[in-house]
């Protein structure tokens, strides 16, 4: 990383819980810890926010990786780390308003959207692949004729100004291309003039007129509700309009205008069956536009929260809202309203939290110094943080399943990862039927694939059973060649004519990298006094051992002696099965007293 060789990191460091906390904290959350600390950078020198942080599989390799963009220098730069050390870079033209990571139907590796102005920056392997552009929305033709006649130098800059400022009185100035909002709101005739000389150089006499700028973007899954399905991307822009753009072709396939700026979406359901958009005004309050697959009406719904909206988030069963006075509020996934709490401290930050192996699902709810953990709108756990926390992600992060990565104030960021074996539960339940009986369980409705499946397998069931015997009876039969091959094969122990005397038995322990060959041997008659030795083949640039040749004591009759060997695989991602020859050689002979050889088992690769 840039400017940071020298940073110091702090790992396995101790989580703080509160001794006793306040409004809805109590001590049974002090044991057992279900938080672990991981990594810690108390200086990372990045500068960023929450809707510009992601994770995601970038590579391919099955290490999940934390995508950022840093705004701490001029031209901000889009990152991405490994843990919490930095492995590439790529500048961005101007400030983007979000980020997110999403899979294409032709592509096993997530492409990266950075949302910058109207247009979508697509990035491949951290790479530019492609940009997508929003058309503009009802821009007025007079507006682009002045802007072209003033970059053909046909008009002056007075007159340009004064065909703007017509258009201003007579549309409203947000309906304005952005470039012509931003050169009528310049003090005096001079920086005008500059600007506009500035725009011929750079533009070639050519100037992209638009009055869309994206604020917030998410993405959903299109059919199937799986990590490496297609994706649909889910854009807001600040007229009021949302897009959805499909992933493989980047094109528009749905679009609607709500009455408001969105500053933030939280999609549920899946693109091709139903689907609900719950959508955070800037202006306060929330829309929900919600659409069925038999009905090509959008219905639009309004929550009346009468406050801002400051964050919002989606679990299994509700969608969690935070508000500018500090009110929690759990709504149903169709939006009716369930619960709310008026909390005392200020709400910095809601983030989902999905823990599959368990099936818990909730909202961790932020503060400044503090993250509280609330399934089905009780508080089932509290973390104590040290430092100002700035905003928080939870998600997979290198090959751990529940990571939270917190972003401090002071460009700190730490790495907590969550227990196995800890368990979520609310101690202040009192006895009787659990509250989930009294609630309407959310029960999928059968897609369409479902449906053409289940009548495929009732109208060819005969069919399918005699696939399925005979794939089983294939099955068989390639299993029983395969053992008889095995047993037929000449690749065990390989005595040699005067080798009869000794009786060799090999171990090999370990998982990989490192593993240990035990020899034994047992003379099983009285041999000549001569020097003998162990020896061992195998293949340099895969394998390392720590003895190549191992000098026999003096060999008495019935008496075991054991060796020991140690073989390190110098490359486990390659998940190659090299072959290993053990000799045992005596004084004045060429032919060995007895030889063998083995394949090795596929090495686990480290994780230190």
């Known amino acids: 990383m840039e400017g940071n060789s020298s940073v110091k990191r702090v790992s396995l460091a101790t989580i ?14 002090l044991t057992p810890k279900k938080w672990v600390r991981l990594l810690f ?9 929450k809707d510009c942080v992601s994770t995601n599989d970038i590579t391919g390799d099955g290490d999940h990786k934390l995508v950022i963009v840093d705004f701490a220098e001029t031209q901000c730069r889009l990152k991405l780390l490994k843990g919490l050390n930095f492995i590439t870079d790529a500048h961005l033209p101007d400030e983007p308003a979000g980020v997110v990571t999403f899979y294409s139907e032709d592509s096993q590796m997530p492409c990266v959207a950075v949302a910058i102005g109207n247009s979508l920056l697509i990035y491949r392997n951290m790479k530019p692949y492609y ?14 004729s002045l802007w072209t006649a003033a970059m053909q130098k046909q008009i002056g800059v007075g007159t340009l100004v004064e065909g703007l400022s017509n258009l201003r009185k007579t549309d409203s100035i947000t309906k304005m291309s952005w470039k012509s909002q931003y050169f009528l709101s310049l003090p005096n005739l001079h920086l005008q003039e500059e600007t506009l000389s500035q725009l011929i150089s750079n533009s070639a006499a050519k100037l992209n007129l638009t009055n869309v700028f994206i604020t917030c973007l998410t993405t ?45 979406i939280v999609c549920i359901g899946e693109y091709d069956s139903e689907w609900r958009f719950f959508i955070a005004l800037r202006e306060g309050d929330c829309i929900i536009l919600r659409k069925k697959p038999s009905d090509t ?19 299994q069963t509700q969608v969690v809202i935070a508000s500018r006075d500090n009110k929690l509020i759990f709504c149903s996934h169709k939006g009716k309203k369930q619960s709310e709490k008026m909390l005392s401290e ?10 599959r192996p368990r099936l818990y699902s909730g909202a961790m709810v932020v503060f400044r110094n503090r993250i509280d953990l609330y399934i089905d709108g009780q508080i089932v756990d509290s973390m104590k943080i040290d430092s100002p926390i700035k905003w928080v992600k939870f998600g997979k992060m290198g090959r751990e399943e529940a990571v939270l990565i917190v972003g401090h104030q002071d460009t700190a960021i730490g790495l907590h990862v969550f227990r196995r074996t800890a368990v979520l539960e609310n101690s202040k339940q009192q006895a009787g039927p659990p509250d989930a009986q009294s609630k309407r369980m959310n029960v999928p409705k059968k897609t369409k694939i479902y449906v053409e499946q289940c009548i495929r397998e009732r109208e060819n069931t005969a069919k399918i059973f005699t696939t399925y015997q005979r794939d089983l009876f294939m099955l068989r039969l390639q299993i029983s060649r395969s053992f008889a091959e095995m047993t037929n094969i000449n690749s065990g122990m390989l005595p040699t004519k005067d080798s009869e005397k000794l009786d060799v038995n090999l171990e090999l322990n370990g998982f990989g990298p490192n593993f240990r060959i035990n020899i034994s041997i047992t003379p099983s008659a009285e041999m000549p006094s001569h020097k003998r030795w162990i020896a061992f083949g195998y293949d340099k640039n895969e394998y390392k051992m720590d003895h190549e040749l191992i000098p026999l004591c003096q060999i008495i009759t019935n008496a075991t002696m054991s060796y020991t060997n140690s073989v ?41």
């Open 568 to 608: 390190e695989c110098l490359h486990p991602e390659n998940a190659t099965q090299g072959e290993i020859k053990i000799y045992i050689l005596a004084e004045n002979r060429k032919a060995p007293l007895w030889m063998t050889k083995f394949e090795m088992p596929v090495s686990e690769q480290s994780f230190v």
């Open 346 to 355: 200020t709400i910095i930050d809601l983030e989902a939290f999905h823990y």
């Open 41 to 49: 950078e108390p200086d990372t020198g990045i500068v960023s926010i």
């Open 297 to 315: 009406k959008i219905n639009k719904t309004n929550l009346n929260l009468r406050n801002y909206v400051t964050a919002i988030c989606q679990t």
């Open 220 to 264: 959903m899954k299109r059919n199937l509700n799986n990590d490496k399905c297609p994706d649909i991307i889910v854009i807001g822009t600040e007229l009021g309009a949302i897009y959805c753009i499909d992933s493989s072709a980047f094109n528009v396939v749905f679009h609607t205008v709500i009455e408001g700026t969105p500053d933030k």
């Open 16 to 29: 703080h819980y509160p001794k006793a906390a306040t409004g809805n904290q109590e001590s049974e959350f």
């Open 131 to 144: 940009r997508c552009n929003v058309d503009p929305v009802d821009l007025n033709p007079t507006e682009i």
